[in-house]
């Protein structure tokens, strides 16, 4: 998962969720198509879970 060049962040939490992964694309289609395409197809991923940001409110300066 760490070699898809989309996965700009990729994190092992505690708890659930187990991973966190932050992903760049260009639109819901896009993404849609990644996940579909790549990540529900890793044979380790066996639940997916996606929060989609509605609007950025204050970013890292």
Same mark, same amino acid.
């Given at each position: 998962?760490?070699?898809? !060049?989309? &996965?700009? !962040?990729? $994190? $092992?939490?505690?708890?659930?969720?187990?991973?966190? /992964? $932050? &992903?760049? /694309?260009? #639109?819901? =289609? =896009?993404? !849609? =198509?990644? &996940?579909? !395409?790549?990540?529900?197809?890793? =044979?380790? &991923?066996? $639940?997916?879970?996606?929060?989609?940001?509605?609007?950025?409110?204050?970013? #890292?300066?």
């Amino acid at each position: 998962m760490a070699s898809y !060049e989309k &996965v700009i !962040e990729l $994190r $092992r939490m505690y708890g659930r969720p187990d991973y966190f /992964v $932050r &992903v760049a /694309v260009a #639109d819901h =289609a =896009a993404y !849609e =198509a990644f &996940v579909t !395409e790549k990540l529900m197809g890793l =044979a380790a &991923v066996h $639940r997916l879970e996606s929060h989609l940001t509605m609007k950025k409110i204050k970013a #890292d300066a």
